[in-house]
């Protein structure tokens, strides 16, 4: 039972740590990654109590050196999905009746783990597993998944203080209670914080979870459930399963007690996943919450009074780093023709100098792409660019799959504003531009709104107000994120709430209370302290009776 009102107050985001020559934390990374590769591991999945071992053993290689073994992980099938349900489920009223404070302290001491004894750990194993340098690692499986903990537990700590006010001989309060039955978390490959994040955050509002990583992100997945483990997490509360999508899917969304999905993934695949669910919903105890982060076209409009070297910096930054696998990657650019040869310039010679190839050297900006299916499907559009007369490669368009998986960070001109490059989602490093009469901002803006059914992260740059102020009115509904004079990408947890909406999903905001709203539900409670003891209002007494 909980005797006091605890304070949470407001974090601080995790220091980024710099990895400069001579530095301790580099020297420590690279001793993690030797040891990383120096021992195959074995990865069970984790259902209540148990490590599961099914014997079917799947490959973890890492993109940029296919032919290293890491180790394997053991995939599981229909029978492990309805395990993870049961376990889950079995946990539920003893995690949900848990005092707020002790749930809360689970998750602090994940985060101080990670800060200190397993920083290391989680950034080897998501540059490793996941191909990413030794900065994006830092900025995501060290620092935002730190604070994603961390503010979790604040933000959450800030909705239980809201209560309603109590009239005179009364007093209502509202329960802040998890939901019914289980959440499902599905979590991408791009970011070891989202695939930390998805489960936590519902875990923390007292519900128990399934959670699914995608297959390219279980080294990285199974090292944080090791350490939640280790922080104190009941088991059967978090449940992590390795299995196909259409297997869990069968399996959760049929059951009578699935009560909400936390997803980041493919437009394609939420979509059917929200049919899936309406299709089954009177089969369910309540109506499922359904929280989405999908797709993005992301965009950067440059107005004639930008700095060109400004521009420049935030595509080169925005479109290229991690290969441009990320939600929010600046993909299309829209640039003015007063400054367009020399944004074009500083592009080229931008690209030209990136560094491509294993992030075991640090000095290299550019890693792999995820797999081989990314990668044929990156390659098809840049050679199909190269064939289009609507369409001109300026600089790299080349890859090569001999050793890992890596392309070449390439950047096209194209002269029709509707070019395919310009409207599908690429998910790699490629970024097409087009370049406009720079007297016509306007009707530009009305372009960049209408390109692409997504609206996640947008930018616009110009050192015109008036420009700026256009855009933002222009844009409100083009973008979940939008950003002035920077980068469409980067978003910190507590500073800038991530989501979009239109195909992007259901802007649910990751990292703020909007999130953690939909794994709650509430109870009013009202008591009365003196009930009536009569049915009968004043209004119905007659007027011999007076007052």
Not at 15 to 39: F, I, W
Not at 337 to 362: H, P, R, T
Not at 366 to 392: L, M, R
Request: include cysteine; proline fraction near 5%.
């Amino acid at each position: 039972m909980s005797i006091g009102t605890f304070s949470y107050p407001i974090p601080i985001n995790e220091p980024v740590h710099s990895y400069a020559p001579g530095s301790a934390e580099r020297e420590a990374l690279k001793r993690t990654l030797t040891q990383l590769k120096s021992e195959q591991i074995d990865v069970p999945m984790y259902i209540g109590g148990d490590e599961v071992r099914t014997g079917k053993l799947v490959a973890l290689n890492p993109p940029h050196e296919k032919k290293f073994l890491l180790g394997h992980y053991h995939a599981g099938n229909e029978s492990h999905v309805r395990q993870a349900i049961d376990c889950a489920l079995e946990a539920k009223e003893a995690w949900a009746n848990m005092n707020w404070e002790d749930r809360a302290g689970i998750f602090l001491k994940a985060a101080e783990l990670i800060s200190t004894k397993y920083r290391y750990h989680m950034n080897g194993t998501t540059m490793l597993g996941q191909s990413k340098n030794v900065y994006q690692a830092e900025i995501d499986s060290a620092c935002e998944l730190i604070d994603f903990l961390r503010f979790n537990v604040h933000f959450l700590s800030e909705i239980y203080k809201q209560q309603p006010i109590s009239a005179a001989g009364m007093h209502n309060r509202t329960e802040w209670r998890p939901l019914e039955g289980f959440v499902l978390a599905i979590t991408p490959f791009n970011f070891t914080a989202i695939g930390g994040n998805l489960p936590t955050s519902a875990a923390l509002c007292g519900n128990v979870v399934v959670w699914k990583p995608a297959h390219t992100q279980v080294y990285s997945a199974q090292m944080f459930l090791r350490i939640l483990k280790e922080a104190g997490l009941p088991d059967g509360v978090i449940n992590l399963i390795y299995v196909d999508g259409p297997t869990l899917g069968k399996v959760c969304f049929s059951h009578r007690d699935f009560a909400g999905v936390h997803f980041t993934g493919s437009t394609g695949v939420f979509n059917q996943m929200w049919k899936t669910i309406g299709e089954n919903v009177s089969n369910y105890k309540s109506y499922p919450r359904i929280v989405g982060e999908t797709g993005g076209k992301d965009f950067v409009i440059a107005h004639s009074s930008a700095d060109p070297q400004v521009v420049a910096t935030a595509l080169l930054r925005g479109a290229f780093e991690y290969q441009g696998q990320k939600c929010s990657a600046a993909s299309r650019a829209y640039l003015p023709s007063n400054i367009a040869e020399e944004v074009k310039q500083l592009l080229i010679a931008g690209v030209s100098s990136f560094k491509m190839g294993s992030v075991e050297d640090f000095g290299n900006f550019i890693n792999a792409v995820i797999d081989e299916k990314s990668f044929d499907k990156i390659a098809k559009y840049i050679d199909n660019a190269k064939a289009s007369p609507d369409a001109t490669v300026l600089v790299g368009g080349t890859y090569d799959k001999s050793q890992g998986y890596f392309i070449h960070p390439t950047v096209i001109e194209a002269k029709d504003p509707k070019y395919v490059t310009m409207c599908e989602e690429i998910f790699g490093p490629v970024l097409t531009i087009h370049v406009y009469d720079a007297d016509k901002f306007g009707e530009t803006l009305h372009l960049v709104d209408e390109t692409s059914p997504y609206a996640l992260t947008g930018a616009v740059i110009a050192r015109d107000r008036f420009a700026v102020e256009l855009a933002t009115e222009r844009l409100r509904n083009a973008a979940g994120n939008f950003y002035i004079n920077d980068k469409p990408t980067g978003a910190v947890v507590g500073q800038q709430p991530f989501g979009g909406a239109r195909a992007s999903g259901t802007n649910d905001k990751a990292g703020s209370m909007i999130n953690l709203y939909r794994w709650l539900s509430a109870r009013t409670i009202k008591e009365t302290f003196v009930p009536a003891t009569d049915y009968r209002y004043p209004f119905l007494r007659g007027e011999s009776e007076g007052i």
